[in-house]
C-alpha cells in the first residue's frame, strides 16, 4: 500500500515538475513516448510512468506495456529503498537481486536521474 | 656502382629496418616505382576496393600486432579516399603510417593530374605529415615518420613521396639506411605521485580498475596481471585494452557490461583508469561522482586532468607505470566487492541475460550474439560494427584473445564500415584463430566490396549480419526525437547482401530462424571461405547505446 501511494505521490511530483521545474522539463525534453513501468515481481503493485513531448502521465497498474522496467522484489523492498533516494541503496538491492530492470536498461536510469533533479 | 631509385628505397627501409612485411592499399601511377619496392623487397600486398578499407587494416594491423600498421594512397582521390581511415586512427590514438603519392613538384601549379595540397588537409588529423624532397633523405624521412607514428602516445603520420624523387636513381652508396632502429623508451611518473597512489590503493574499500586503448598499446598483460592479481582489484578493460587480460579472467567484471559500469561507477571509492580517455562515452567523466577518488594513469600528461580532475596523475606507458607501483601496493583480497559488483550486474542486466537464452521470432539481436558466441568460443576475435549492432557484440562476445572483442565503429570517430577492414587485418594477424564480424546492415555497405579483396587474399572472415533492415540506432533515435511518423533517411529494406557476397566469390547464407543461426555458421566456417550470413533480427530493438547518443546530442 506504501508503496503503491508512493508511486502515485512520484507521478504528481514529476508531473509538477514537468510544467515548473525548468531543469526537469528540459531534462525529459521532447522526447517521444517512453514508458517506465514501476513495479513489484508479483505484479501486484505498479505504475506506468509515459513520457510524451514533454508531458507526464501516468497509470496504475501493472500489467501494461513499458520500454524499461524497475522491479522489486517486494513492496517493503520498493518502498524502503526508493524512500531513501540514495544510489547506494538502489545499487545495494541490485546486488541482492531486490531489484532487476527490464527491457530498455538505459532508460531506467534516466528516469531514476530525472527523479534526482526534482527531489 | 649500384643505383637505386626511390620507390625501392622505400621498400629496402620499410624491410630491413622497420621489418615490415605487409602493407594495405591500392594501386595508382604515382607510386608505381614503389609498388615494385614491394616486390623487390618482397613486402606483401593487400590491394583493397577503397582506400578507406587500406587506412582502417593497417591501423586494425597495428591494433592486433602492436607493431605500426602501413597503407599505400595514391594521389588526389587515393588520397581523399584515405582519409576517413587516417582521421580514424588519429582519434584512436593508433600507429598508423600513411605513404602517400603525389603529382610532380616539378609541375606544381601547372593544373597537373592529381594536383592538390594534401599536406594541408591532413595536417589536422595526423601527429605529423611531411613532403620528401630529396631521394638521398627517404630513409631518414621514414625514420622521421615512423618515430612519430609509435613515439609516446602513438598516432597516424603521413609521408608524401612525389614522382620527382621516386621515379629517379641514385647511388645506393650515397644513401646509408640507419643502422638502428628507433630507440624505445618509456616515461616515468614521479615517485611522490607514485607514492601517493599506492596509498589511496591500498586504503580502498571498493576499487575498480578501468583499462582503455592504452593498456592494449602498452602490451602490458604481464605487468597487468601482477598488478591486478597482487592488488585483488576488480577490473575492466575497455576499446583496444579488452582480451589484455582475459575476459574470463577471476577478477574480470567484463560481465556487468557497458551498463553495469554506468550503474555502478558511482559505488566504488577508488577508480583506477590506464589509458583511458574520459570523454563522451563515460560522459565527459560526470557520471563519476566527486566523492570517488581517481588514479589516472596516461602516456599523455594532456589526459590525466582532463574533463574531471584525478587526485593523482601518473604519466607515462600503462606498463611501466603498473612496474612501479606494484611493488608499493599491499597484497589486497577484493573479492567480495567484485562479487557485489557482478551480482549487481546481473540485476541490471536481466533482460539482456534472458534474451541471450531464449529463441525468439524474429530474433533478438542478442539473441544471435549469444548463439555465434557459443558456436565460436572464446579463441576467437570479434569485432562489431554499427549502431546498436556494436553495442549487442560489446555486450554479449567473450574472448581470451588480445583485443578479441573490438566495437571498431565505437571509437571517438564512430566510424561506420571499419568491421570489415578490422575483421580482415585480425584473420591475416592472427590465421590460426576464428575471426567474426557482426556487422549492421547499413554498416556492411561501406565496405562490403572488400570480400573481393578477402577472396582474392584467401582471407575467410565471417561476417554475420544483425539485419533490421535499417540505419538502426538512427532510426530509434529519431523515434525518440523527431516521432515514428517522420522517420527521415534510416530505412534500408530487406537485401540480400549475402548474394552480394557470393557473386564476390563468397560464401553466403540467409537466416531468418533462431535454430538456422547454428547450422548456418557451421558451414560458413567449413567452407573455408570469407562468407556472410545475413540474419535478419527483430528491427523493433533498440540497444541502450541509443538513447545515451540521443541524450549527448540534447541541448
Ligand atoms: C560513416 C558513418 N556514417 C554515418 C554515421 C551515422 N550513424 C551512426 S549509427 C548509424 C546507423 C547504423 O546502422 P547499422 O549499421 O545498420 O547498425 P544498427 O544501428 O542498425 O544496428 C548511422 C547511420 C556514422 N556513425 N558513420
Ligand atoms: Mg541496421
Keep these: ?119 | 656502382m649500384a643505383s637505386i631509385n626511390g620507390g625501392h628505397l622505400v621498400g629496402k627501409y620499410l624491410k630491413e629496418i622497420e621489418k615490415i612485411d605487409i602493407v594495405f592499399g591500392i594501386s595508382g601511377g604515382h607510386l608505381e616505382s614503389i609498388l615494385d619496392g614491394f616486390t623487390e623487397y618482397k613486402i606483401r600486398t593487400i590491394d583493397v576496393r577503397h582506400e578507406q578499407a587500406a587506412a582502417m587494416m593497417a591501423h586494425a594491423w597495428s591494433v592486433y600486432t602492436g607493431k605500426p600498421g602501413v597503407c599505400f594512397l595514391t594521389a588526389g582521390p587515393g588520397f581523399t579516399n584515405g582519409l576517413t581511415g587516417i582521421a580514424n586512427a588519429y582519434l584512436d590514438n593508433a600507429p598508423l603510417v600513411v605513404l602517400c603519392g603525389r603529382a610532380p613538384i616539378r609541375d606544381d601549379l601547372k593544373g597537373a593530374l592529381q594536383e592538390m595540397n594534401q599536406i594541408e588537409v591532413v595536417r589536422p588529423i595526423t601527429k605529423w605529415a611531411a613532403t620528401c624532397h630529396d631521394i638521398r633523405r627517404i630513409p631518414e624521412y621514414l625514420s622521421i615518420a615512423f618515430r612519430n607514428a609509435t613515439g609516446g602516445r602513438p598516432g597516424p603520420v603521413m609521408l608524401e613521396l612525389p614522382p620527382d624523387i621516386l621515379n629517379i636513381t641514385v647511388d645506393e652508396s650515397l644513401v646509408p639506411m640507419p643502422s638502428r632502429s628507433n630507440p624505445k623508451y618509456s616515461v616515468h611518473p614521479d615517485d611522490a605521485d607514485l607514492k601517493a597512489a599506492a596509498e589511496i590503493i591500498n586504503n580502498a574499500r571498493k576499487p575498480l580498475f578501468i583499462g582503455g586503448s592504452g593498456v592494449g598499446f602498452s602490451r602490458c598483460s604481464g605487468q597487468l596481471e601482477q598488478f591486478i592479481e597482487k592488488s585483488g582489484i576488480p577490473f575492466m578493460l575497455m576499446n583496444y585494452g579488452r582480451g589484455e587480460l582475459p575476459d574470463n579472467h577471476p577478477l574480470s567484471v567484463m560481465d556487468m557490461g557497458n551498463l553495469g559500469l554506468f550503474f555502478s561507477i558511482g559505488q566504488n571509492d577508488v577508480i583506477i583508469a590506464a589509458g583511458l580517455r574520459f570523454n563522451w562515452l563515460l560522459q565527459f567523466g560526470k557520471i563519476i561522482p566527486p566523492t570517488v577518488k581517481i588514479i589516472r594513469i596516461d602516456i599523455d600528461p594532456q589526459e590525466i586532468n582532463r574533463n574531471v580532475e584525478a587526485h593523482v596523475g601518473l604519466v607515462g606507458d600503462t606498463g611501466s607505470v603498473l612496474d612501479q607501483l606494484t611493488p608499493l601496493v599491499k597484497k589486497n583480497d577484493h573479492s567480495a566487492w567484485m562479487n557485489t559488483l557482478k551480482s549487481a550486474g546481473r540485476s541490471l542486466l536481466d533482460y539482456e541475460l534472458r534474451m541471450r537464452e531464449t529463441a525468439s521470432d524474429p530474433i533478438h539481436p542478442i539473441r544471435l550474439v549469444a548463439q555465434i558466441q557459443k558456436f565460436v568460443g572464446d579463441d576467437a576475435v570479434y569485432i562489431a560494427d554499427g549502431g546498436d549492432t556494436q553495442y549487442f557484440g560489446l555486450a554479449g562476445f567473450m574472448s581470451r584473445q588480445k583485443a578479441g572483442v573490438v566495437a571498431s565503429a565505437a571509437g571517438l570517430l564512430g566510424c561506420l564500415g571499419t568491421g570489415i577492414p578490422f575483421g580482415m587485418a585480425a584473420k591475416l594477424a592472427r590465421p590460426d584463430k576464428k575471426v567474426v564480424v557482426l556487422n549492421g546492415d547499413g554498416s556492411f555497405g561501406f565496405n562490403g566490396m572488400e570480400f573481393d579483396t578477402m577472396v582474392r587474399h584467401g582471407i575467410p572472415v565471417v561476417c554475420v549480419i544483425n539485419n533490421d533492415c535499417a540505419w538502426g540506432m538512427i532510426k530509434h533515435s529519431q523515434e525518440l526525437s523527431i516521432g515514428k511518423d517522420r522517420l527521415q533517411c534510416s530505412e534500408l529494406g530487406l537485401i540480400h547482401y549475402e548474394k552480394m557476397v557470393e557473386g564476390l566469390g563468397g560464401y553466403g547464407e540467409f537466416v531468418t530462424k533462431d535454430e538456422e543461426i547454428v547450422p548456418a555458421l557451421e558451414r560458413a566456417f567449413a567452407s573455408g571461405k570469407p562468407a556472410c550470413i545475413n540474419v535478419m533480427t527483430d528491427p523493433t530493438v533498440t540497444s541502450p547505446a541509443t538513447p545515451l547518443f540521443y541524450q549527448s546530442l540534447k541541448m
Design chain 1, 1 to 119: 500500500m506504501r508503496f503503491s501511494i508512493l508511486l502515485f505521490f512520484l507521478y504528481k511530483i514529476l508531473r509538477w515538475a514537468s510544467k515548473h521545474k525548468p531543469a526537469y522539463s528540459n531534462y525529459i525534453g521532447s522526447i517521444h513516448e517512453v514508458r517506465i513501468m514501476i513495479k513489484t515481481a508479483d505484479g501486484k503493485h505498479g505504475r506506468l510512468f509515459i513520457f510524451d513531448k514533454g508531458a507526464v502521465s501516468s497509470r496504475s497498474g501493472a500489467r501494461q506495456g513499458y520500454d524499461a522496467a524497475i522491479i522489486w522484489s517486494d513492496a517493503g523492498t520498493g518502498f524502503r529503498v526508493m524512500a531513501s533516494r540514495k544510489d547506494e541503496e538502489q545499487f545495494k538491492a541490485a546486488a541482492a537481486g531486490r531489484m532487476k530492470l527490464d527491457g530498455m536498461a538505459f532508460f531506467a536510469q534516466w528516469f531514476n536521474d530525472g527523479v534526482k533533479l526534482v527531489m
